[in-house]
């Protein structure tokens, strides 16, 4: 019979090991920050009912969203996610600074909240019903293939 010997490839193992090493790290934790917020050092610059908008933006920087109503305050948004793999990015923590102001301008309240002062909030999802029930399209062909009769053809 014949004896067959098995050469090893060094250059094969280097592969392997590359693969597995990209394979390992692909799966290793990685956070992300988006957004800003500022410190406490930098809130305690703010005066209520001394500081006006202009003097905060100029204090700490023009906020990432100010209020939907009359402009009645500003919003400061910081959030960390954590993404592990092929799962679904998870909210670590999140920290939001609200700055309100008076109608005439002037700071009224400063507030600093957390993730854990969050709430879930279930939005509502109106969408139109289509007439089609759930059917492919070359079911709904076939399917009226049984509607037609030989005497509409000849008409």
């Known amino acids: 019979m014949f004896a067959f010997r098995s050469k090893r490839n060094p250059g094969g193992r280097a592969a392997l090991l590359v693969v597995l090493l990209l394979g390992l790290s692909a799966c290793q934790t990685t956070y992300r920050n988006h957004g800003y917020?500022?410190?406490a050092e930098e809130l305690a610059g703010i005066k209520v009912g001394v500081d006006t908008r202009d003097s905060v933006a100029e204090e700490i920087g023009a906020p990432g969203s100010s209020g939907m109503l009359n402009d009645s305050g500003y919003y400061y948004v910081a959030t960390r996610m954590k993404y592990y793999g092929p799962r679904q990015p998870k909210i670590v923590a999140r920290d939001l600074v609200a700055i309100s102001f008076t109608s005439t301008?002037?700071?009224?309240?400063?507030?600093?909240f957390g993730l854990q002062d969050g709430q879930v909030i279930a939005f509502e999802r109106r969408v139109t019903s289509s007439s089609v029930e759930d059917k492919t399209f070359l079911r709904q062909l076939l399917g009226n293939v049984g509607r037609i009769s030989p005497d509409q053809l000849l008409q």
């Open 37 to 39: 917020v500022p410190t």
């Open 105 to 112: 301008g002037v700071v009224s309240n400063v507030e600093r």
